[in-house]
């Protein structure tokens, strides 16, 4: 299985490098893993309602361009379904029995996704109804994905 992670902004703490590159380490024996990164649209704080759109189809028209026409998309977004790390091992098993094996997951940036990005996502998967800085969202999905692979493969992992 291909799996991408396409992500807006440049992660600079050295601690989350370190984790997620032990996740893409451990992963290796079960499919090959890639972080692509555009950049995020620089704005000032305090932004309109229009202003705030316009970031998020700027970053948008970045992330679709890194996303394959031929991927299974998963946006990453607050009003998306929870799935359980068993459900998330269930989709990602399913998907590779019927031939989709490359998977794109999708975090957007500060303020969210645009909706040309929600309309091509084939799924929206929540990790919580909190809000996490989308940099450490990369740390907590390649964590999941990982653990899916091991319970995909009956391989013990801490709960």
Do not use: C
Not at 41 to 68: C, F, N, T, W, Y
Not at 138 to 144: A, P, S, T
């Amino acid at each position: 299985m291909n799996i991408s992670i396409v992500t807006v902004g440049k992660l600079k703490e050295k601690y989350l490098i370190n984790g997620i590159n032990e996740y893409i380490k451990r992963m290796g024996p079960y499919a090959k893993i890639e972080v692509i990164e555009v950049p995020d649209e620089k704005a000032p704080e305090q932004l309109s309602d229009a202003e705030m759109q316009q970031v998020k189809d700027k970053e948008g028209e970045r992330i679709l361009a890194k996303v394959p026409a031929d991927a299974y998309a998963i946006a990453l977004a607050i009003e998306g379904e929870m799935w359980s790390s068993e459900k998330l091992a269930k989709e990602l098993d399913k998907l590779a029995t019927y031939g989709r094996s490359k998977v794109t997951f999708i975090i957007g940036g500060s303020l969210g996704l645009s909706a040309a990005v929600m309309q091509r996502a084939d799924a929206a998967l929540s990790f919580s109804k909190m809000t996490f800085p989308h940099q450490l969202m990369r740390l907590i999905l390649v964590e999941q994905v990982y653990r899916a692979f091991r319970i995909n493969r009956n391989e013990p992992y801490h709960k």
